[in-house]
């Protein structure tokens, strides 16, 4: 089997602060697997050969056998002979870490798409803000922590900000008393570029093109569209339309074979219907980023930044409605031709390009 060009794997999903299972979520979900299991003929007619128990429950949602994660955002990305491409370094951040201490000891390089030494023990961390939500789990980065001949080089990029720098912004999450070991204690070598808002240029990393946009989000955000070799993901979280389609993501996102989206909130809430209105709190809906994506003529849709109050049941309904929303776009005369696959984000999810 050919290798892929471009591997995305998605550590943590969730928006603005972990969430973590709780007991009764626990309970709902055992009380709905076993009334699937009763209406889908009982254990003895299901489970009369051991091995058929793990074929099933993997075939079941997540909802019921598993979860979509209550980590907050962290992106890995392997591009072909290329360093190693992080995005935020939110909660999920820590499982990512170590799973990446793992992989260098079966490993010479942290890219399983990599054979370049050269780019064996580096790692490119690309910030899409600074909201603390994809920030909290680099104090618990481990591959941060390595020494001697395992040290690593990390290069941070994030938004150039006359307030404070990159590495400020950083170092302030560990200052005492909030974390026990500062940041500049921290072994791994350390590079930053900030980026200007207004400059598009590709960065290059290895054989991966890098293009950042600032879109719209409280304090301002930055997407970022992945390149190499024909491949593209564009990953856009926390950024709000309000009105249409943001034409600055249409532009970077044309013709992606992936694009993550922010969509926190429901039409309703972010309308206000029910309840308070979340317009102009820098979050969007899943109608949003379907409109965006058929704009773009995106191929895959990933709904993503689960708010934390959502439990998988509801992140499921909400997947429903999208993809009811989703036929009704493509009747419409400027869609018609085209075609669109929508998931929603859940932690482990894997797409190879």
Request: aromatic share 10%; proline share 6%; glycine share 6%.
């Amino acid at each position: 089997m050919k290798k892929p060009t471009l591997i995305v794997k998605f550590w943590g999903v969730r928006g603005s602060l972990p969430s973590p299972l709780t007991t009764e979520q626990i309970r709902a979900k055992e009380e709905a697997l076993i009334r699937r299991i009763i209406s889908d003929g009982g254990t003895n007619r299901l489970f009369d050969n051991p091995q058929k128990i793990k074929k099933y429950l993997q075939a079941l949602p997540l909802s019921l056998s598993g979860t979509y994660g209550g980590d907050t955002t962290c992106l890995e990305i392997q591009a072909r002979n290329s360093p190693l491409v992080l995005i935020d370094a939110g909660s999920g951040a820590r499982l990512l870490g170590q799973t990446l201490v793992k992989r260098m000891k079966k490993h010479s390089s942290l890219n399983p798409l990599n054979s370049k030494k050269a780019h064996q023990k580096e790692i490119h961390l690309f910030f899409t803000h600074y909201h603390w939500d994809h920030l909290q789990g680099f104090p618990f980065f481990a591959p941060g922590f390595l020494s001697g001949n395992k040290r690593l080089l990390i290069h941070f990029y994030g938004k150039r900000d006359i307030q404070k720098r990159l590495s400020e912004v950083l170092a302030g999450q560990q200052q005492y008393p909030n974390f026990p070991i500062s940041f500049h204690d921290m072994p791994c070598l350390k590079k930053y570029t900030e980026l200007k808002k207004l400059d598009h240029s590709p960065i290059k990393i290895g054989h991966l093109s890098v293009y950042p946009q600032e879109l719209t989000h409280p304090g301002s955000v930055f997407a970022y569209a992945f390149e190499i070799k024909g491949k593209k993901f564009v990953c856009a979280t926390d950024t709000e339309h309000k009105n249409v389609p943001d034409p600055r993501l249409i532009r970077i996102a044309q013709g992606a074979d992936v694009l993550y989206y922010d969509a926190q909130y429901t039409p309703e809430e972010y309308q206000g219907t029910l309840d308070n209105s979340k317009f102009d709190w820098g979050h969007s809906t899943y109608k949003w980023a379907i409109k965006t994506a058929l704009a773009a003529r995106v191929s895959i849709l990933v709904l993503a930044h689960h708010d934390p109050s959502r439990d998988d049941f509801s992140l499921e309904k909400i997947k429903e409605k999208a993809l009811q929303f989703l036929a009704e776009q493509l009747k419409l005369p400027q869609n018609k031709g085209k075609k669109l696959k929508v998931l929603l984000a859940y932690q482990g999810l894997t797409l190879s390009l």
